[in-house]
């Protein structure tokens, strides 16, 4: 993996200019992988003040040493580029904020103030490593391990519990014994750290290829009983008949489904939460036991965990609505066009898709093999077809009040007869609805007798019947149903 021209400019700019410079955290962890680098920190001794001086087109907009330098590069990942003084660890005394951002002047004090070995690794633009904590053996064996003593390093930031299980589920190592009960010792400090870290540290470890794992972890660690305490009421929770897991293992295994599809952040929370509300709901023991109205419980207690995660308020709602309906009872044939109507209604035709997701993640995490049924696609159909303005006389420019009125005639057949000779027409040639036209036919057509009129009027209304029928055969062959 090469360094690019952009990262190594800057470097060459910093030492040219009598500093120390070094490609750093991520970025080096992603390079000796062999991967490329979402984004490229670099760490200096440089003061910020003294970066903007080498780099004028950069901006310094924190108070955290970090300053962004822009590149003309067309990759985004190198637009800009972080370089950030070396610091080191001040303490946070209320476990949120570091009180004051103390520089440092030598690179051991930054390395030693990161969170994992994996992390604290600091690459010469030769491609040489400063590794004073034995972060490449930890990559190389997939380890991730506190830099120092893991119960001192929780205590000065106790979010870093949360990114060492976020790094279970993005990256796939595992988590050093030590570092792991240092965790489990410690979970309640994250009860300090501020909600919004929580949540965007959630997000990321939501978004990962391994989710489940990284919620599997949150468990084991005691980090749940903090983040989204209501999941654990379906640990050993059993189900009835219809299922072979427990509340706890079907909502994991669902959440498995909607990252292996790569379902988006809403979706995979969706499914994670869909049946968390069935504990409080059960009635009865053994195969027989009843969950009747969980999916209400569960939207209930949807919304407090959305609450307290501070999701935007349009994420949070549309979570919600997807538990609240992901039990919508559908069957070929039994249901009909004005409760499918009424369903799109509740949950918004922009969720329609994602709630059919939720319902397939239900399905795969309860052990049923076939993701997207017959009955599934069947609905898709449905959905789709009432989405639709069907070909009828409603879509005229002319309304029969229209040719009422034009005629002063009353209400009859004759007027039926002469919205299908204009729905012929239209159907013929589309440009002809307009107003103007169609008022001029109205009058022509009235001149025609009784015989004629009615010909006319017979074949339009089978032309439109036709048109309609195909319209649905095209929507039936989009979904596979008959
Ligand atoms: P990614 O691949 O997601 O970019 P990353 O390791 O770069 O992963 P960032 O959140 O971008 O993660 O942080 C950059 C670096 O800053 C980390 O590699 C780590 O060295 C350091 N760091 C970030 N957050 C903390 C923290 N809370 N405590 C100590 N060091 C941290
Ligand atoms: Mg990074």
Same mark, same amino acid.
């Given at each position: 993996?090469?360094?690019?021209?952009?990262?190594?400019?800057?470097?060459?700019?910093?030492?040219?200019?009598?500093?120390?410079?070094?490609?750093?955290?991520?970025?080096?962890?992603?390079?000796?992988?062999?991967?490329?680098?979402?984004?490229?920190?670099?760490?200096?001794?440089?003061?910020?003040?003294?970066?903007?001086?080498?780099?004028?087109?950069?901006?310094?907009?924190?108070?955290?040493?970090?300053?962004?330098?822009?590149?003309?590069?067309?990759?985004?990942?190198?637009?800009?580029?972080?370089?950030?003084?070396?610091?080191?660890?001040?303490?946070?005394?209320?476990?949120?904020?570091?009180?004051?951002?103390?520089?440092?002047?030598?690179?051991?004090?930054?390395?030693?103030?990161?969170?994992?070995?994996?992390?604290?690794?600091?690459?010469?633009?030769?491609?040489?490593?400063?590794?004073?904590?034995?972060?490449?053996?930890?990559?190389?064996?997939?380890?991730?391990?506190?830099?120092?003593?893991?119960?001192?390093?929780?205590?000065?930031?106790?979010?870093?519990?949360?990114?060492?299980?976020?790094?279970?589920?993005?990256?796939?190592?595992?988590?050093?014994?030590?570092?792991?009960?240092?965790?489990?010792?410690?979970?309640?400090?994250?009860?300090?750290?501020?909600?919004?870290?929580?949540?965007?540290?959630?997000?990321?470890?939501?978004?990962?290829?391994?989710?489940?794992?990284?919620?599997?972890?949150?468990?084991?660690?005691?980090?749940?009983?903090?983040?989204?305490?209501?999941?654990?009421?379906?640990?050993?929770?059993?189900?009835?008949?219809?299922?072979?897991?427990?509340?706890?293992?079907?909502?994991?295994?669902?959440?498995?489904?909607?990252?292996?599809?790569?379902?988006?952040?809403?979706?995979?929370?969706?499914?994670?939460?869909?049946?968390?509300?069935?504990?409080?709901?059960?009635?009865?023991?053994?195969?027989?036991?009843?969950?009747?109205?969980?999916?209400?419980?569960?939207?209930?207690?949807?919304?407090?965990?959305?609450?307290?995660?501070?999701?935007?308020?349009?994420?949070?709602?549309?979570?919600?609505?997807?538990?609240?309906?992901?039990?919508?009872?559908?069957?070929?044939?039994?249901?009909?066009?004005?409760?499918?109507?009424?369903?799109?209604?509740?949950?918004?035709?922009?969720?329609?898709?994602?709630?059919?997701?939720?319902?397939?993640?239900?399905?795969?995490?309860?052990?049923?093999?076939?993701?997207?049924?017959?009955?599934?696609?069947?609905?898709?159909?449905?959905?789709?077809?009432?989405?639709?303005?069907?070909?009828?006389?409603?879509?005229?420019?002319?309304?029969?009040?229209?040719?009422?009125?034009?005629?002063? &005639? $009353?209400?009859?057949?004759?007027?039926?007869?002469?919205? #299908?000779? !204009?729905?012929?027409?239209? %159907?013929? @040639?589309?440009? =002809?609805?307009? &107003? $103007?036209?169609?008022?001029?036919?109205?009058?022509?057509? #009235?001149? !025609?007798?009784?015989?004629? %009129?009615? @010909?006319?009027? =017979?074949?339009?209304?089978?032309?439109?019947?036709?048109?309609?029928?195909?319209?649905?055969?095209?929507?039936?062959?989009?979904?596979?149903?008959?």
């Amino acid at each position: 993996m090469k360094i690019p021209a952009e990262v190594k400019n800057i470097v060459q700019k910093l030492q040219a200019a009598g500093y120390e410079a070094y490609i750093i955290g991520g970025s080096v962890r992603h390079l000796i992988v062999g991967e490329s680098p979402n984004d490229w920190d670099l760490t200096t001794n440089a003061r910020p003040e003294e970066i903007q001086k080498i780099f004028p087109d950069s901006f310094y907009e924190n108070n955290f040493g970090t300053v962004g330098v822009k590149t003309d590069s067309d990759d985004p990942t190198l637009q800009v580029i972080e370089v950030t003084t070396y610091r080191i660890e001040s303490k946070y005394t209320d476990k949120r904020h570091p009180d004051d951002v103390m520089y440092a002047d030598r690179l051991e004090d930054d390395l030693r103030r990161r969170d994992f070995t994996m992390n604290a690794l600091a690459m010469s633009e030769d491609g040489s490593v400063t590794d004073l904590f034995g972060g490449q053996g930890d990559i190389k064996n997939k380890v991730i391990r506190a830099v120092g003593d893991p119960n001192e390093r929780f205590n000065e930031d106790a979010l870093r519990m949360m990114r060492a299980v976020r790094f279970v589920a993005q990256i796939g190592f595992t988590i050093e014994s030590g570092t792991l009960e240092a965790i489990k010792k410690n979970n309640g400090l994250i009860a300090a750290v501020s909600k919004e870290r929580i949540r965007d540290e959630l997000l990321l470890l939501i978004d990962s290829p391994d989710a489940d794992s990284g919620i599997e972890i949150l468990r084991e660690t005691g980090l749940m009983k903090f983040v989204m305490p209501e999941l654990l009421e379906g640990v050993g929770v059993a189900q009835n008949k219809h299922h072979i897991y427990t509340v706890w293992e079907h909502n994991i295994k669902a959440l498995r489904y909607a990252c292996d599809k790569g379902y988006s952040a809403e979706v995979r929370l969706a499914s994670l939460l869909h049946d968390v509300g069935k504990p409080r709901s059960k009635r009865g023991d053994g195969h027989d036991s009843t969950f009747y109205g969980h999916e209400m419980i569960g939207a209930n207690m949807t919304a407090q965990v959305v609450d307290r995660l501070r999701l935007p308020l349009k994420q949070a709602e549309k979570i919600i609505k997807l538990v609240r309906y992901h039990l919508f009872y559908y069957n070929v044939g039994e249901v009909t066009e004005s409760s499918v109507r009424r369903l799109v209604a509740n949950i918004g035709k922009e969720n329609v898709e994602d709630l059919i997701k939720v319902r397939e993640a239900d399905r795969i995490g309860s052990g049923v093999p076939k993701a997207k049924p017959y009955k599934l696609r069947h609905l898709q159909f449905m959905i789709d077809k009432v989405a639709r303005d069907p070909i009828s006389p409603k879509m005229l420019k002319v309304k029969g009040d229209d040719i009422m009125r034009l005629l002063g &005639a $009353e209400a009859g057949p004759r007027v039926g007869m002469i919205i #299908n000779a !204009l729905m012929n027409e239209v %159907l013929d @040639d589309p440009s =002809k609805n307009s &107003a $103007e036209y169609l008022s001029n036919r109205v009058l022509e057509l #009235n001149k !025609l007798d009784e015989k004629e %009129l009615a @010909d006319l009027g =017979k074949i339009g209304r089978q032309k439109m019947l036709k048109e309609e029928e195909k319209e649905v055969v095209k929507i039936k062959e989009k979904h596979y149903v008959e």
